[in-house]
């Protein structure tokens, strides 16, 4: 069975830095995608950034990057000059290919301190 | 865009009551998800439609939890009867089809229940 752990249940950085969120999976699937998730106060999910095992390059999307170790299955969220509209849970996502079924690892509260 | 709906956004109600939920996806897209969100953890999928039919509904409580896509837009998450330990948030999410992950699931901004 697939899982997904997040070690970090809540952070605090100041404004403008820079932030990791942490994550690791575990599946014996070799074909699949990792998302992370923003969940702010509102509730409203929404995707991030997500990663496609068999591509190496890590993906971007403007302040968010990624770290993707296939080998140690792990897979990290840097957020570069944080703002605070980045305040909200961050969940870290896992699907196999074969099917549609995300799981989410338990998240990590974020907070951006002005 | 519209995104999706879902109503009500908050329900209170008694230990063994009944509750529904109601969820309109992104207009076009087939693929629709009921997942619970209890606090403090991550959404788990209850039941996952394409269209009208049912894809994977092996979390869902079926004793007391029911759910229907009938004409494969609008749908419907029934609890009867509700217990303490279904107190949680019901989020709906869409997308365009079931496609093994190439296809985003758009996230409606759920229905907060809290069970008495």
């Known amino acids: 069975a697939q899982t997904v752990t997040q070690s970090q249940p809540e952070m605090s950085v100041q404004e403008a830095e820079t932030v990791t969120l942490s994550c690791t999976y575990d599946?014996?699937?070799?074909?699949?995608?990792l998302f992370w998730y923003k969940q702010p106060p509102s509730r409203q999910m929404i995707l991030v950034i997500r990663?496609?095992?068999?591509?190496?390059q890590n993906a971007t999307e403007n302040r968010f990057s990624v770290n993707f170790q296939k080998a140690a299955k792990s897979f990290s969220l840097k957020i570069s000059d944080s703002q605070l509209g980045d305040t909200a849970m961050y969940f870290c996502?896992?699907?196999?290919?074969?099917?549609?079924?995300?799981?989410f690892g338990k998240g990590t509260r974020l907070h951006i301190l002005p | 865009e519209a995104g999706v709906a879902q109503s009500p956004r908050y329900k209170i109600i008694e230990k063994r009551q009944s509750v529904a939920f109601w969820c309109n996806p992104i207009?076009?897209?087939?693929?629709l998800y009921w997942y619970q969100q209890i606090l403090g953890q991550g959404p788990k999928l209850l039941i996952q439609?394409?269209?009208?039919?049912?894809?994977?509904d092996s979390q869902l409580p079926k004793d007391r939890f029911s759910a229907e896509r009938l004409k494969g837009v609008d749908s419907t998450l029934k609890i009867q009867p509700a217990k303490l330990e279904d107190s949680a948030v019901y989020l709906c999410?869409?997308?365009?089809?079931?496609?093994?992950?190439?296809?985003?699931?758009?996230f409606g901004p759920g229905t907060r229940l809290l069970v008495l």
């Open positions: 207009s076009g897209h087939a693929t």
């Open positions: 990663q496609e095992a068999y591509k190496q």
């Open positions: 439609f394409q269209n009208n039919g049912v894809v994977d």
């Open positions: 999410a869409s997308s365009l089809e079931t496609s093994g992950g190439t296809e985003t699931q758009y």
């Open positions: 996502a896992f699907m196999t290919a074969r099917d549609d079924k995300i799981i």
């Open positions: 599946t014996s699937e070799s074909n699949y995608y």
